[in-house]
């Protein structure tokens, strides 16, 4: 007769609320340093947490916690206006100084950036690795913050 056992497999995820936590410890530092200038914090539903933070000209931005992707996004971030997505995306030679500087910093062994147009408005979002929340919060925040400022944002 053989014997059959039943393995369990350990999730390499963390507690949802664990990273919550630690996002929303992240987010409130960037508010006391001054990178926006209101945080609204959200509450977890259907795998999402979606904060409200407040900055260039009093616009509410929506900061996404996405559990079930692992990832951390901004929808609906300003105009997606072509040229922008393409240096974002990497696809252009001629990226102006503050978007090169922040697009540039991301280690790969942390995140993922993905950039796209979604009906007209410009999406980031950093797929997170290696349980690296923190680091994918802040390059996020300060790429978003880069974009808007960029030239780019002008017409927007």
């Not at 259907?46 to 409200?52: L, S």
């Not at 995140?111 to 408005?121: K, N, Q």
């Not at 994918?136 to 974009?147: G, K, Q, R, V």
Request: aromatic residues 8%.
């Amino acid at each position: 007769m053989q014997t059959l056992s039943i393995a369990t497999l350990e999730r390499n995820r963390p507690a949802r609320t664990t990273v919550t936590q630690r996002v929303n410890d992240t987010l409130r530092e960037l508010l006391e340093q001054e990178a926006f200038r209101q945080l609204e914090l959200g509450k977890a539903r259907v795998g999402r947490v979606t904060n409200r933070i407040f900055w260039h000209h009093d616009r509410s931005y929506r900061f996404i916690l996405d559990f079930d992707a692992s990832a951390v996004t901004m929808p609906a971030l300003m105009r997606a206006a072509p040229q922008l997505v393409r240096e974002l995306q990497g696809q252009s030679r001629s990226m102006h100084g503050l978007v090169l500087e922040a697009r540039a910093a991301l280690d790969p062994t942390k995140g993922e950036l993905r950039v796209f147009s979604l009906r007209g408005s410009l999406t980031l979002s950093v797929t997170v690795l290696n349980n690296a929340f923190e680091y994918c919060t802040e390059y996020l925040i300060n790429l978003a913050s880069a974009a808007i400022r960029s030239e780019w944002s002008a017409g927007a």
